[in-house]
């Protein structure tokens, strides 16, 4: 999306759910003279520097109001970023229009990103346009090929490899993002309670020799305007406290916040970070 | 297999990890009249029960002592069974004939079951004939449809049937056995740890509302000679400390060990038990 700096861009809707990801996309726009609006989501959003923009706060069930808002705020592009943990059905109290969505897709809605991609759809219908986070700040996006200093060896591509197809059968079934793989054999599986928590665990399980691999991947049929998974500093760091060697990531469908800070700390500690191409046939 | 009882039945070979299922085999086929001789895996059978039949103690790795124990000891049958936890390719230690083995299939055999599957088909190249635990002990097969006392409702046979389906995806990249699913979430996936404690983990990501399910699976290409996925006591008793409403197995491709004491405790804690059938298109 290039636009000539003559051409103001639309003012920019940010659904915000948890992390630092939402504040930095604030931050990106408001740098690019891009006027914001935040609707965080209740008990998601939870970084205080979301406080530095115009903003409300909105239960994740009440899908009227978060498209009302965004209207009466003249938003047409809107871009969902955070983190957001999945809600049970009876926490999500639906508006009677989320319920309307809800029963349209009925439960298999409540898997793992079937909410999200329901709320990108459902923006779209109302004449939103969905924008991807790495549109507003093309750094986050990861491209093939070694992305820090450190070299990965063949037996940790091979590692990363066997974890991209993992976390992909994965997501086949609408489920998790990410696993940890050490000489072929898989320590763990992510599913709901998030990539550092499985990070830690599989420290548990470690065998001996060189150590796993933490691998992240979008879903093969994720909307990739949709909350990518996304790496940061904490998970290079738990990471390395895990005896983890390197980090394997999707190109072009998973994040890094922080890009240069993530490298650099990487780079200190001694693990690789390498972007994944899928194969076709996965 | 249904053999006159004035023919009795070959030498039976039991090639034992850990856990309570090597030696409830040898009892079986010991009442039944027939010899027993049990190859305990260094490391992985822990049942002080195995010492009450003729035995040796074979590192996994090991692969051509384990054939020459076999043979030595005239055992036709075989059968493999208990858990082993998956070793690192250093732990294993290959003989020249399991490096040879491994040689052949690579580090996939490392996967999951990979190293099972393996056994099984060497065994059988040897001459030896590979016979399931269900066919010396048929209490530990399961069938279709609620097993205990305990009805399940429509949401938790809703739950039951998503985690089927993770379940069996996960098989198809040769990890993981078994979920917990609770409303369409999926709270834990099970990978290297054991199911008693991912079924202890769910507990930390439970949501609110009714409670979820267990669901164990055998993996859609599994051997169903080889060792299938069992549940046991423990497994019923952490279900329940962990807020869960019931277990769901996937008939013909799980096994319960003590059928009786596991649906008796389960009926008295309220769990539902039941046997779920495989869609074919799954």
Redesign the interface.
Known sequence: MTVPLDNPQPKLGIIAGGGALPARLAAAAKAAGRAVFVVKLDGHANDPLLENYPQTTVRLGAAAKILDAMRKQDCVDIVLAGKVS??????IRPDWRATKLLMKVG??A???DGLLRLVGQELEREGFRLVGAHEILPDLAVEEGVLGAVQPDEQAL?DARHGL??AR??G??D??QG?VV????????????GTDEMVR?SA??K???VGGVLVKSAKPQQDRRLDLPAIGLKTVEESHKAGLRGIGLLAGGTMIIDRDAVLARADALGLFVVGLRADENQ
Request: proline share 3%; charged share 20%; net charge neutral.
């Open positions: 999945r809600p049970s059905f009876s926490a439960m298999k409540l898997g793992d091979s197809i993992v059968t994965l086949q079934a489920v998790g696993c050490q000489q072929g054999l898989v320590l763990a599986l992510e599913a709901i309670e665990r548990l399980y065998r001996d020799g």
